[in-house]
Nanobody, 123 residues
Framework: QVQLVESGGGLVQAGASLRLSCTAS????????MGWFRQAPGKERQFVAA????????YYGISVEGRFTISRDDSRNTVYLQMNNLKPEDTAVYYC????????????????WGQGTQVTVSS
């Protein structure tokens, strides 16, 4: 079993920055990819970014590329999402997901999820 806990969300104005954290515990040896997704009310869960533990391969969704940066600290079992130049359309609950070999961008292929952290960007 893998446990994921997100933190770092909040209410900010447009143009501000936030850093989300996702700390993992449990069967860390089986991890292959960590991903960030977001879900706004009435919308499907949307891919934001993903990173592989071992090979440092990184992927971004089109709507956040150039503004968001995903990184990880293996010693802390933590993945970060640095979000710069936030826009009102970034408002959503942000979720951290993990699985041994999920498809990038496909939330249905991630078996483990955190509880989510709310990000609200005011205009």
């Amino acid at each position: 079993q893998v446990q994921l806990v997100e933190s770092g969300g909040g209410l900010v104005q447009a143009g501000a920055s936030l850093r989300l954290s996702c700390t993992a515990s449990g069967r860390t040896f089986s991890w292959y990819r960590m991903g960030w997704f977001r879900q706004a009310p009435g919308k499907e869960r949307q891919f934001v970014a993903a990173i592989n533990w071992g090979r440092n391969e990184i992927y971004y969704g089109i709507s956040v590329e150039g503004r968001f940066t995903i990184s990880r600290d293996d010693s802390r079992n933590t993945v970060y999402l640095q979000m710069n130049n936030l826009k009102p359309e970034d408002t959503a609950v942000y979720y951290c997901g993990s699985d041994s070999n999920p498809l990038v961008g496909a939330p249905a292929t991630f078996a483990y999820w955190g509880q989510g952290t709310q990000v609200t960007v005011s205009s």
